[in-house]
């Protein structure tokens, strides 16, 4: 079965619809520029490889839909994995509430519903390479390719997104606990490895896919503590990230300035969309205790220190010192 009969059918079978590519109808207007531009290149051999200025497709309909489509789908993921890492993590009263409210999900149907949106992120991620694909075969071009490049830098290439990270950690974290060994797969071999003691998580998807994550901080060049990942998709450490936005711990990455850069991408605004990792802090805690124990001893000294000093520079603010 080809990938496009593959893909409607599961988008299908689905218990709630979710957006998803329209390849359907984004491969009948690759066709109909195929045929026209067959038609150009007999009318006129000089144009040969390149599409007339009247194609359907590079008018600027075909990348818009994708990019719409793209957005989308990105949204609708990170939006479900939040509230399903939210539901897992949740402690005391607040966890109470809000099994009560997702009206009483069981230990099962939370791993069911990671599994599925796993699986609904990387058939879209094909999806999306796949046509991209197609259209550079057909155009003779790379617009594609670098269609692809600016999906990344708009932040909706799914598999850059930081909830599929925390959603991997997640799968980690429920088969490293002895309750959950009949656990069902999340993904087919996902692994947390140290070279030199700078540690990577690593995962082989779909159609010989594989996602490698880096876990060290590029600015303290250390195993990342109370991750963040930044809206551009870099992973620092929370008080590395506070340090680079010009912020304090104790106003947090909210309060960055839009105009405060990532050190990595250079791209603006990036600080105060900010999410905690929480899934991946607490399977870096479990990977290597000892280290982890050492590194929250000196991080716990940092931050006294850091709050100290806000709280003098505020004083000092308001007695006009």
Known sequence: MKFAKKYETYMKRMDEELPGVGMKRLKKMLKKCRAE????????????????????????SFFPSLLNEMSAVVGCFNEKAKN?????????????????????????????????LVTYAIINAVAMRKILKKYDKIHYSKQGQEFKAQAQSL??????????????????????????????????????????????ISCNLFD?????????CSICLDAVFDPVALSCGHIFCYLCSCSAASVTIVDGLKSADRKSKCPLCRQAGAFPDAVHLDELNM????????????????????RVRLVKEHWESQCRAFLGM
């Open 155 to 200: 932040h909706i290439e799914i598999l850059q997104s930081p909830w599929l990270c925390e959603l991997m950690a997640f799968y980690m974290n429920l088969r490293r606990s002895k309750k959950n060994k009949g656990a069902m797969e999340l993904f087919g071999d996902c692994s947390l490895t140290f070279d030199d003691d700078k540690p990577t």
């Open 84 to 116: 399903l890492l939210e539901l897992h993590l949740a402690s005391g009263f607040k966890k109470y509430a809000m099994w009560f409210n997702k009206c009483h999900k069981s230990h099962g149907t939370l791993i069911q519903q990671g599994k599925d």
């Open 37 to 60: 531009l067959q038609s150009h290149e007999e009318d006129d051999g000089s144009n040969a490889g390149r599409c007339p200025s009247h194609c359907s497709v590079c008018d600027g």
């Open 208 to 216: 010989s896919m594989r996602v490698d994550i880096s876990l060290t």
């Open 283 to 302: 399977l870096l805690s479990h990977s290597c205790p000892e280290y982890w124990e050492k590194r929250m001893q000196m991080e716990r000294v940092e």
